[in-house]
């Protein structure tokens, strides 16, 4: 099978115009680069575990849950280039030996390093409902209930896969070239392959985040139950801060390398640097607190 040259692979409409050949090996690359956008934003999928857990409350893990639903975006999340393309395969092994173990991982990091400072640095309408995740003492925990967190784990990559299935029920290259074919309008396919890609996953996001405001706050919140101290702001003024440094730094350094895609590399740097500004200062304040106390 030839190699497609540096013309075809740049053309807007490769499927159209290549011999047949060239065509299956430019419908390959093109499923390639469009499929990855196809799927909710990570944290949104924390959103769709809260009505699991309230459900089947006494048999799952909150911390399980939550970080069952996002370690299957670490390997876009946690690199510095090309990260817009997934490495786990997502078969059985890698979720038992890399998705499980990475999302195990960050369980007792997170108790361990960040639930003493997230826990005081939150709007108090917050800290009342996760109050009992962030009192969690992870390693007495883990023993006691070390099946009861790892199916939570399981369950939780198994939810964001179907997620992310579900994203991907719109072949976005079918609907842009029957479009075309019936339009003969380039505009006109481009807005239907945008709407093919996108329309799902920013759907499931907002639902989401709806799930998110909907368990994580009262029935009817007013601004005072939002209010938060200078220090608190600080803490996360901070946290952003530190953020658009890192992304800065990932997006401008790291992925020019790569063309087009501007939306979803900005996303994903925002992404990853929020979740890496927030590990890092709570790990600092750790480290800190320790020393103080030795003192």
Known sequence: MPLLTDSLKNHPYPFVVCTSQERCMTYKIWIKHSIFV???FTFAHTGYILPVKKKWSSHLSTTGLVFGSLAPDYDILFRFSENRFHLFQYDLFSILF?????????VFFFHLTCQSVLSVNLPPVIQKKVSSFLSI???????????????????AVFLHLLLDIMCHILDAWSVKTLVLAITGSIQTANIFYGLAIYALPVLFSLYGFYLLWKYLTCENPIISDFHMTLKQLSFWFL??????GISILKFYIFQLQEDGYLADQLIISLTSSFMLSFYLICFYSYIANRIRKTQ
Request: charged residues 10%; proline residues 8%; glycine residues 0%.
């Open 38 to 40: 196809k799927m909710p």
């Open 98 to 106: 890399y998705i499980y173990p990475l999302a195990l991982l960050s």
């Open 137 to 155: 003492n992870i390693i007495p925990e883990f023993k006691s209930h070390f099946i009861k967190i790892s199916f939570s784990i399981i369950l």
């Open 239 to 244: 946290v952003i801060l530190l953020s658009v």
